[in-house]
């Protein structure tokens, strides 16, 4: 069964640009002191969504694309493009 989003917490922004990741998060994902954690906005168009993803969780999403390059360039191949209008 796939897990369901959760919602851990809320963290405040510190004067440096800091925030603390609830205990449980951390213990949950197993992210410890170093580890390093990518930043991602999203979904396109969104100004107001983040999400972090543990270098574990990089590598997986790496290696599925990866794994499936072909499919996934024949599928995005039977999308059609949005163009962007010039200014």
Do not use: C, W
């Not at 851990?8 to 925030?19: D, E, L, N």
């Not at 270098?55 to 499919?71: N, R, Y």
């Amino acid at each position: 069964m796939k897990e369901k989003p959760r919602v851990y917490g809320v963290a405040t922004v510190g004067s440096k640009g800091q925030i603390v990741i609830p205990q449980e998060a951390r213990q949950e994902h197993r992210i410890e002191t170093g580890d390093k954690i990518f930043i991602i906005s999203g979904p396109p168009g969104s100004k107001n969504i983040i999400s972090l993803v543990t270098e574990e969780g990089m590598s997986e999403l790496l290696q599925f694309v990866e794994d499936h390059a072909l499919m996934l360039k024949n599928v995005v191949g039977q999308i059609p493009l949005k163009r962007k209008k010039k200014s």
